[in-house]
């Protein structure tokens, strides 16, 4: 069983920066994500990062956010800049073993969760 952990939210206003990261253990998911989500909402994929470090973003994030791992600390990276209202939410870090359409985030295609931290970004 995996399990995650998510670390890294807070409160910042608008152009402001957090980093958030994911602590994995054990470090076995071939596909890690980020997903935000607001009330009632699904949860978007926000930035994933295969094992080779291939990644992939939401158009919403792009230029903006940056995924990143460190397979020494079993750790995904989710760094945020020029944050705007609203990527206020939820985050959640996700991982998978399962085949995945490349270039997609699908929640439904992810079978590891952590916990989720808060993001709130007032302007």
């Known amino acids: 069983q995996v399990q995650l952990v998510e670390s890294g939210g807070g409160s910042v206003q608008t152009g402001g920066s957090l980093r958030l990261s994911c602590v994995a253990s054990p470090y076995t998911a071939t596909l890690m994500a980020w997903f935000s989500q607001v009330p009632g909402k699904e949860r978007e994929g926000v930035a994933a990062i295969y094992v080779a470090d291939k990644t992939y973003y939401a158009e919403s994030v792009k230029g903006r956010f940056t995924i990143s791992q460190d397979n020494a600390k079993n750790t995904v990276y989710l760094q945020m800049s020029s944050l705007k209202p609203e990527d206020s939410g939820m985050y959640y870090c996700?991982?998978?073993?399962?085949?995945?359409?490349?270039?997609?985030?699908?929640?439904?295609?992810?079978?590891?969760w952590g916990q989720g931290t808060q993001v709130a970004v007032s302007s």
């Open positions: 996700a991982g998978t073993t399962n085949a995945v359409v490349e270039g997609t985030i699908e929640a439904d295609d992810y079978n590891y």
